[in-house]
C-alpha cells in the first residue's frame, strides 16, 4: 500500500494512506469509519470520499490521534483522567478540537506571511 503523505511527529517516520471502504472494512471491521490511527506501526488510514474538506477534516482528526501517542501526552492524559471511559473522552477532546484546527490552517494559509516562523525563534 503505497503511502499518499509521510511526516515526522515526535520524532516517528509516519505515514498516510487512503483506502476504499472495502479496505477500511478489513482493517476496523467497519467499511464506514473514516479514520484509524494506529500507533504500533506509525500508519494513519483515511477511507476515501469525495468530500476534500471532510477528508482534511478526517486527517486531522488522525493526526490528532497521532500527535497525543507520538508525543507523550495521551500517557499524561489518561494518568489524571478521572472518568470512566478514556477512549471515549480522548474522542470526544479530538472531536471538539479538530474543527478549531482547520479554520486555523484554513486562515493561515490565507495569509501569505506567518506571522512568526520558527527560523525568527
Ligand atoms: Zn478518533
Not at 509521510?6 to 464506514?32: C, N, P, R, Y
Not at 482528526?61 to 497521532?66: G, K, L, R, S, V
Request: proline letters at 3%; glycine letters at 6%; a negative charge.
Amino acid at each position: 500500500m503505497t503511502p499518499y503523505s509521510s511526516f515526522k511527529i515526535g520524532g516517528q517516520d509516519w505515514t498516510a494512506h487512503l483506502v476504499s471502504a472495502t479496505e477500511m472494512k478489513k482493517l476496523t471491521g467497519d467499511a464506514t469509519d473514516e479514520g484509524l490511527t494506529v500507533a504500533m506501526t506509525q500508519r494513519i488510514y483515511i477511507r476515501r470520499i469525495k468530500n476534500k474538506s471532510r477528508l482534511r477534516d478526517t486527517f486531522l482528526h488522525e493526526i490528532c490521534h497521532a500527535f497525543l501517542g507520538a508525543t507523550g501526552m495521551q500517557h499524561q492524559l489518561e494518568v489524571g483522567y478521572k472518568g470512566e471511559n478514556f477512549e471515549d473522552w480522548e474522542e470526544s477532546l479530538i472531536r471538539i478540537f479538530v474543527p478549531h484546527l482547520a479554520t486555523f490552517i484554513d486562515d493561515w494559509s490565507r495569509t501569505s506571511t506567518p506571522p512568526v516562523t520558527t527560523h525568527e525563534l
